[in-house]
């Protein structure tokens, strides 16, 4: 059974930083892309960051040059490190599996984690 589990979401000042981490199970995690969606409330969710399999990365325009996605197949984990926080980054941060064709479309991802809260104050 796959799982992800979210974890290092928090309350932080405009500016400051946070690092999110996905751990997963049930399945051969290096050969699998990952991907960093988020949700504000009253809107859908959003596409963030990607990593493939082989490291490769893709942004949002609007984190680019603040987040970094990395991964560590040894510990089947996935990271996201957000640096210069805004208050509009706040949101329920999800980290999945992809098994589609566009990396920015959330239904090209089967399996989700619980969600982690990031909120960024002014």
């Known amino acids: 059974q796959v799982q992800l589990v979210e974890s290092g979401g928090g309350l932080v000042q405009a500016g400051g930083s946070l690092r999110l981490s996905c751990a997963a199970s049930?399945?051969?995690?290096?050969?699998?892309?990952m991907g960093w969606f988020r949700q504000a409330p009253g809107k859908e969710r959003e596409f963030v960051a990607h990593?493939?399999?082989?490291?490769?990365?893709y942004y949002a325009d609007s984190v680019k040059g603040r987040f970094t996605i990395s991964r560590d197949n040894a510990k089947n984990t996935v990271y996201l490190q957000m640096n210069s926080l805004k208050p509009e980054d706040t949101a329920v941060y999800y980290c999945?599996?992809?098994?589609?064709?566009?990396?920015?479309?959330?239904?090209?991802?089967?399996?989700w984690g619980q969600g982690t809260q990031v909120t960024v104050s002014s």
């Open positions: 999945a599996r992809y098994r589609g064709a566009n990396y920015a479309s959330a239904r090209d991802y089967d399996y």
């Open positions: 990593i493939t399999w082989s490291a490769f990365t």
């Open positions: 049930g399945l051969t995690f290096s050969g699998f892309a």
